[in-house]
């Protein structure tokens, strides 16, 4: 099913892989950075349209589009990563910065002969597709940026937000989650408008998974060190990147949760304001984690991409 790309069937002894996704599970090698990739890929169409390009926000892996995912797979090819460091994939002593999980992405479409793509990133995973749009715009066809993206005003951070990026305390923090499963499961909670309205077998889902997540000391190195290179990288690229926005000539599409206690709507309003060919539809009512919450929101916002020529931008409703 891959061009070219060394790739099996599998299943991860530390992290499973979701019964309705298991058809799409996939390795793929990358032979120049070395790493192995865990990602969901549905297949090419019969139509051979650019494919989709998944990509989960930090702390997550690819099961976060587990509501979306399936309802699209027949329609398009659509490729969900785990980025390097989380879920299944290799978990490499590596810096963990966005100009390098960007590379390694570039890598990934080399390696399935994939020229183009359509970039979709949620938070951490939108900063990642639009770097790489940026950097090599010929790779993106489109971009649909969910609650993230290269631009982000200042803000007051939390206690808990700061402690995270203070080397040895950070760690300490991360460590206590392993003594306590619930305290794991309830640091979720800003990441929803309404953890506990959540259907109780999605509930138990990310229960299990979040005290898996905590529990891999490898992928605690790769949750810091990404934290901490944001902290100072992000803020340096504000400095440059409305210049650098202002000549994206790439068509956009910018989805926010009115609710977003991790990524203000105003980073959305600016991010969409900067970006010449851009489009924001806001989601009332809506928190971070909308592709988990409002599936039917996104799936309609992917399926209003897929349907569209590259010099259209379909509106939503906003």
Sequence with gaps: MMNNAHTSSMSDTLMDVLPELAPFARRVQLPQTRLTLFLYDSGESARGDVPLLLVHGLGDEADTWRRVLPALAAQRRLLAVDLPGFGRSDKPDAPYTVPWYAGVLLELLDVLQIERCVGVGHSLGAMVVQWLALEQPGRVERLLLLAGGVVARE????????????????????????QNPQAAYESLRPFYRDLDGLPQAERDFLYRR??????????????????????????????????????CTIPTRVLWGEQDLLAPLENGRAL???????????????GHNFQQEEPDAVIAALSAEMSAEPSQRPELPS
């Design 155 to 178: 803000r007051r951070r939390s206690l808990a937000a700061l402690s995270l990026q203070l080397p040895g305390l950070g760690e300490w923090w991360y460590g206590r989650l392993r």
């Design 210 to 247: 979040v005290n898996e997540r905590v529990h891999s000391k490898k992928q605690q190195r790769a949750f810091l060190r990404t934290l901490r290179s944001l902290a100072t990288w992000l803020p340096a690229q504000q400095k440059r990147v409305a210049a650098r926005l202002a000549g």
């Design 272 to 286: 969409a304001a900067l970006l010449p060919h851009a489009h924001l539809t806001v989601l009332p009512g809506a």
